[in-house]
């Protein structure tokens, strides 16, 4: 395997560090071996999202196996890890995740193992602070949601073609070609998310949703962004959330809201309810993608397929004009 020769080099201390984050996390038993069937040689990439995983896809191509802890309609802020998943880690050459406390309830096995000095990765902690939004919940923390400014995502595509160089310098050239082939593919999906929010009429560019996920979103494409709950889902929406939404609501006249497809819709309902009782009606938008992709195997299940669902979901709710099937005339498939 040339540089990629790690797996005897780190398995020992890894299966250390992640023992005792099994412990830390109440998991039972450790016999179980994850079924992804036969080594083929190339080196294990285990990520935690599936946008993350789409990132890694795309700059590896077949250079490495990548694995994705987490796959459509989970939430990551509330994601357990599993003994599965312990094991998985374990046996990985390479980690990466978010960060910035995305991964909240299994963050201390994957900074445990950053900190072991393995080749772990966090994304988010490539970012300058002045490129971050703040926690508005928690000031200790940034806003996780990165990936809804496609432009910051390029970023991070790039940085990460250059870090998976110097992993494995014998795949350099492919992994800067692979990466650059993206970045090329994000820049048209940028643009096109700019010109159909763009569209939207101003008095109706507020973009309500179940939960703060969209702040990056609402700064890049200049649309209002307002959440029933806070950047994270652990967070709790009270009676005056609600009335205080609904009051935004009416006073705009806003035409739809939308729900997440990782949270329960039913506060978002709640809004509906409470904005025909002052004789307003609002419908439901659309379901969009926040902290998880679409299904495997579809347009939706990738990144640019998750954004460009959004994007032109929320346009034409808004009363913008998208075309039905979006960017590539692919949505549904």
């Known amino acids: 395997m040339g540089h990629f020769d790690l797996r005897n080099r780190v398995v020992m201390g890894l299966a250390g560090v992640?023992?005792?984050?099994?412990?830390?996390?109440g998991l039972a038993g450790c016999g179980e071996q994850p079924a992804d069937g036969a080594d083929d040689g190339r080196p294990e990439i285990v990520v935690t999202t599936g946008?993350?995983?789409?990132?890694?896809?795309?700059?590896?191509?077949?250079h490495a196996n990548v694995t994705a802890l987490m796959g459509e309609g989970v939430d990551p802020h509330l994601y357990r890890p599993t003994r599965r998943d312990v094991l998985r880690l374990q046996d990985a050459d390479i980690v990466v995740y978010n960060g910035l406390f995305l991964e909240g309830r299994m963050g201390d096995v994957l900074e445990q193992q950053r900190q072991a000095g393995r080749h772990v990765v966090?994304?988010?902690?490539?970012?300058?602070?002045?490129?971050?939004?703040d926690d508005?919940?928690?000031?200790?923390?940034?806003?996780?949601?990165?990936?809804?400014?496609?432009d910051l995502w390029s970023r991070l595509v790039d940085r990460f073609g250059d870090w998976m160089g110097e992993v494995d310098p014998d795949h350099t050239d492919d992994y800067r070609a692979n990466a650059d082939r993206y970045i090329a593919?994000?820049?048209?999906l940028h643009d096109y998310v700019q010109q159909v929010i763009d569209s939207i009429p101003?008095?109706?560019?507020?973009?309500?949703?179940?939960?703060?996920?969209f702040n990056y979103f609402g700064l890049a494409y200049d649309i209002e962004v307002r959440g029933v709950y806070g950047i994270s889902t652990d967070s709790q929406a009270g009676t005056h959330d609600i009335n205080r939404l609904v009051d935004l609501i009416v006073e705009r006249q806003l035409p739809a809201v939308f729900a997440e497809s990782t949270i329960d819709d039913r506060r978002?309902?709640?809004?509906?309810?409470?904005?025909?009782?002052?004789?307003?009606?609002?419908?439901?938008?659309?379901?969009?993608?926040?902290?998880?992709?679409?299904?495997?195997?579809?347009?939706?299940?990738?990144?640019?397929?998750?954004?460009?669902?959004?994007?032109?979901?929320?346009?034409?709710?808004?009363?913008?004009?998208?075309?039905?099937?979006?960017?590539?005339?692919?949505?549904?498939?």
């Open 202 to 213: 101003a008095e109706h560019r507020v973009l309500v949703t179940a939960h703060d996920a």
């Open 18 to 25: 992640l023992l005792a984050g099994v412990a830390a996390l």
């Open 122 to 133: 966090a994304v988010g902690d490539w970012l300058d602070e002045a490129m971050l939004l």
């Open 51 to 62: 946008m993350i995983a789409d990132m890694v896809r795309h700059t590896v191509g077949e």
């Open 136 to 150: 508005e919940a928690n000031a200790e923390h940034a806003d996780p949601h990165v990936w809804m400014d496609v």
């Open 185 to 188: 593919e994000l820049t048209e």
């Open 268 to 333: 978002v309902r709640g809004l509906i309810e409470g904005a025909a009782s002052r004789d307003h009606t609002l419908r439901l938008g659309g379901e969009l993608f926040s902290d998880a992709m679409g299904a495997a195997d579809t347009y939706e299940g990738t990144y640019i397929g998750m954004i460009d669902h959004n994007a032109t979901t929320i346009a034409r709710a808004l009363g913008g004009d998208a075309p039905e099937r979006g960017l590539h005339g692919r949505l549904g498939e």
